[in-house]
C-alpha cells in the first residue's frame, strides 16, 4: 500500500506530527483540536481524543448519549466496552487502566507501531487507522461547519454595514438637500429686502 505523503517522484515528505513531532508517522491527519488545525499522525489523533473511541476494539463512540454503558479509565477520560475488556478485569481489585495509562512509560505510548522492516498493516492497525481517520474525519466537518457558521455571520455584519452606510449616505443627502434650500431660500430673501429698502426717485 502506497504511504499517502509520498510526492510523485516516490519520496516520503519530511513532515512531523504537530504533537509528538515524530518523523517516522506512515500518515498524518488533519484535524481540529481545540479550535486549531493540525497535523497529526496516527496514534496522536487517538491519544489526543481519548473519550471518542475503544481503546481495546478501536471503534469510535458516536453517539455520547451511550457512555452510560462504558467503562471509564481510572486516570483518563478513556471509555470501553464491557465486552472488550479482559477476563480478570471483572476480577481485578485495582481500578481499569486503559492501554497508555497500563503501559510502564504511558508518555512514550503508541497506538500504531509500524514495524520499519515491513510496513505492513495488519487487521490490528487497519482498526487504529480507521479509527483515526474516522475521528480527524468527524473533527474536520465540524471545523467546516464553524466555518460556514463564521462566514455565513460575516456575509449578514457585511450586509448590515452596508445598509447602515446607505442610511447614513441618505440622511446626508436629505441635510445636504436641506441646507443648500435655506441658503438659497436666505439669498432670495435678502435680496427682496434690499429692493423694499430702495427709495424712488423723487421729483424736485
Known amino acids: 500500500m502506497e504511504n499517502p505523503n509520498s510526492t510523485p517522484n516516490g519520496r516520503v515528505q519530511d513532515e512531523e506530527c504537530s504533537n509528538c513531532g515524530?518523523?517516522?508517522?506512515?500518515?498524518?491527519?488533519?484535524?481540529?483540536?481545540?479550535?486549531?488545525?493540525?497535523?497529526?499522525c496516527t496514534s496522536c489523533v487517538l491519544r489526543l481524543h481519548p473519550s471518542s473511541f475503544c481503546p481495546l476494539c478501536f471503534l469510535s463512540?458516536?453517539?455520547?448519549?451511550?457512555?452510560?454503558?462504558?467503562?471509564?479509565?481510572?486516570?483518563?477520560?478513556?471509555?470501553?466496552?464491557?465486552?472488550?475488556?479482559?477476563?480478570?478485569?471483572?476480577f481485578s481489585p485495582s481500578p481499569f487502566l486503559c492501554p497508555p495509562c497500563s503501559s510502564s512509560n504511558p508518555n512514550t505510548f503508541s497506538f500504531f507501531q509500524l514495524?520499519?522492516?515491513?510496513?505492513?498493516?495488519?487487521?490490528?492497525?487497519?482498526?487504529?487507522?480507521l479509527c483515526a481517520a474516522t475521528i480527524a474525519s468527524a473533527s474536520m466537518s465540524k471545523a467546516v461547519a464553524v466555518a460556514c457558521a463564521e462566514a455565513e455571520r460575516r456575509v449578514r455584519e457585511a450586509a448590515n454595514a452596508r445598509k447602515r452606510a446607505r442610511e447614513a449616505l441618505d440622511r446626508f443627502v436629505i441635510l445636504s438637500s436641506a441646507k443648500a434650500a435655506d441658503v438659497s431660500g436666505s439669498s432670495n430673501g435678502g435680496k427682496q429686502a434690499s429692493k423694499n429698502n430702495e427709495k424712488p426717485n423723487g421729483r424736485s
Open 115 to 129: 514495524d520499519d522492516r515491513n510496513r505492513s498493516l495488519d487487521k490490528r492497525l487497519a482498526a487504529v487507522l
Open 22 to 40: 515524530t518523523k517516522k508517522a506512515w500518515v498524518l491527519h488533519n484535524v481540529r483540536f481545540r479550535a486549531n488545525l493540525r497535523r497529526l
Open 61 to 90: 463512540h458516536p453517539d455520547l448519549n451511550s457512555q452510560n454503558a462504558l467503562v471509564p479509565c481510572s486516570k483518563c477520560p478513556s471509555l470501553s466496552h464491557p465486552d472488550c475488556l479482559p477476563p480478570y478485569a471483572a
